[in-house]
């Protein structure tokens, strides 16, 4: 069974990094699309960070120029890298991904269980 699983959240200072990480795991072909998103209290899930199969990547405007998605094929791994984070950022930040599970099958969507991501001032 397919699942995607979220690691690297935690508690840092405001100005402080974190990398988030979310590895597929099971059997899958490739990675059509992935994307970070994110839900603070009280509010709806939002998009941190998108990218597309061909590549093209769309950050949100409040994380824009502090965070950088990234994917690994070769370790079925996703990364969110977080800068200058401030407590605003505070959230459950939630990975998704659309995989192909064989060779010419149609994409799935995939998500995370969550990671924490508190900032402190």
């Known amino acids: 069974q397919v699942q995607l699983v979220e690691s690297g959240g935690g508690l840092v200072q405001a100005g402080g990094s974190l990398r988030l990480s979310c590895a597929a795991s099971?059997?899958?072909?490739?990675?059509?699309?992935m994307g970070w998103y994110r839900q603070a209290p009280g509010k709806q899930r939002e998009v941190v960070a998108v990218?597309?199969?061909?590549?093209?990547?769309n950050y949100a405007d409040s994380v824009k120029g502090r965070v950088t998605i990234s994917g690994d094929n070769a370790k079925n791994t996703m990364y969110l890298q977080m800068e200058s984070l401030q407590p605003e950022d505070t959230a459950v930040y939630y990975c998704r991904a659309l995989l192909v599970l064989a060779a010419n099958g149609p994409s799935y969507s995939y998500w995370g269980q969550g990671t924490q991501v508190t900032v402190s001032s």
């Open positions: 099971g059997s899958i072909f490739s990675f059509n699309g």
């Open positions: 990218k597309a199969s061909g590549g093209r990547i």
